[in-house]
């Protein structure tokens, strides 16, 4: 039987005004309640869908149960609702950011980790790096966000052989604190580590957020760890902060299950739970599927995908992207789960 055991809450809000289809992408949900500054308890941290322009990073704020749909409203909302009116600069408008300096086509797949009062912004650009890598933004208020390192290189994750490897994309990151006890790293996350059909993914470990390691590489294989032949358990797919340990001394995480696609090739994906030991690389079993796409008539009928989440109040809150339409319409969509170890 599996730890984790979700329940489907349904869709949390409507394609974003202004938005391109297919909708939102790549979640990211953020605990903001001890940025002072910042006038709503969570946040939701999204991108654009492999937009062929600048694409960008989009912002939701949540007044209180993040699965309750009227808890929601636009970051445009806000701003025309006066909540913002305390800063003295902030975005006109969604999208909050959007990559001007490195690398050219879309800002996107965006995760958030508050760290010492900051919301650290991470999220990748095309044609860097020989390919696509990832780069870091940081904000004191959760809205106005500034480069790492200003108009210096800010990219955190690099390709070790970027100038050898045909598709050196080392973008879809997401991070947490170390939950691990054999890694040595105040931070870990998983990002792809080679793009296109023949993808690979990596583990990165970090001291302090901003300078970053690669730790493993993980092949993609078909049939590994997964009940279904025809399917990977994607690395890049793990949702950090369901990290948790379990009574034998291993842990229990959260992670998407595809078919091999890339780009915008059809594909199936579901969320599974697997077992893995403290060293973080190494998987134990077989993993179990906790949420399965929707029925033919729901959002989420093709993909269950990008899901965060976070424990308030001893309820664990999930958010997640469905996908339906032959892949041309995205939903953020909510959920709720228990987790017994």
Not at 41 to 65: K, M, N, R, V
Request: some cysteine; hydrophobic content about 35%.
């Amino acid at each position: 039987m599996p730890h984790y055991t979700f329940q489907k809450t349904g869709p949390l809000f409507e394609l974003p005004e202004k938005m391109p289809e297919p909708g939102p992408y790549y979640v990211s949900l953020l605990d903001t309640r001890e940025l002072d500054i910042f006038p709503a308890p969570f946040a939701l941290y999204f991108s654009t869908d492999h937009h062929h322009g600048e694409g960008g990073i989009w912002l939701y704020l949540c007044d209180g149960d993040p699965s309750d749909p009227k808890a929601w409203s636009s970051y445009d909302e806000a701003l025309q609702a006066g909540r913002f009116d305390h800063l003295a600069r902030k975005p006109e408008g969604n999208p909050i950011f959007q990559e001007s300096l490195q690398g050219a086509g879309h800002t996107e797949t965006p995760y958030t980790q508050v760290v010492d009062g900051q919301v650290f912004l991470s999220y990748h650009k095309n044609n860097l790096c020989h390919g696509q890598a990832t780069l870091m933004a940081l904000s004191n208020d959760g809205v106005n966000f500034e480069r790492l390192h200003g108009k210096k290189d800010s990219v955190v994750l690099r390709h070790a052989n970027e100038e050898q490897v045909p598709h050196p994309h080392t973008g879809y990151f997401r991070w947490t604190q170390n939950p691990f006890s054999q890694v040595d790293a105040a931070y870990i996350g998983y990002s792809l580590y080679e793009g296109a059909l023949d993808f690979k993914s990596a583990m990165w470990v970090s001291d302090d957020a901003r300078n970053w390691k690669l730790h493993q590489v993980f092949d993609a294989e078909e049939g590994k760890h997964v009940p279904d032949p025809e399917t990977i358990f994607i690395w890049h797919g793990i949702t950090p902060e369901s990290i948790r340990p379990i009574s034998n001394g291993n842990y229990v995480v959260l992670g998407s299950v595809s078919t091999r696609a890339a780009g915008s090739m059809e594909r199936s994906v579901e969320l599974y739970e697997v077992e893995m030991a403290p060293d973080g690389v190494t998987l134990i079993g077989r993993a179990e599927k906790v949420l399965s796409v929707g029925a033919s008539d729901q959002p989420d009928s093709e993909e269950v995908d990008t899901a965060t989440l976070l424990e308030i109040n001893g309820i664990l809150h999930v958010v997640y992207v469905g996908t339906s339409e032959h892949a041309m319409r995205n939903t953020v969509m909510g959920a709720t789960a228990t987790f017994q170890p």
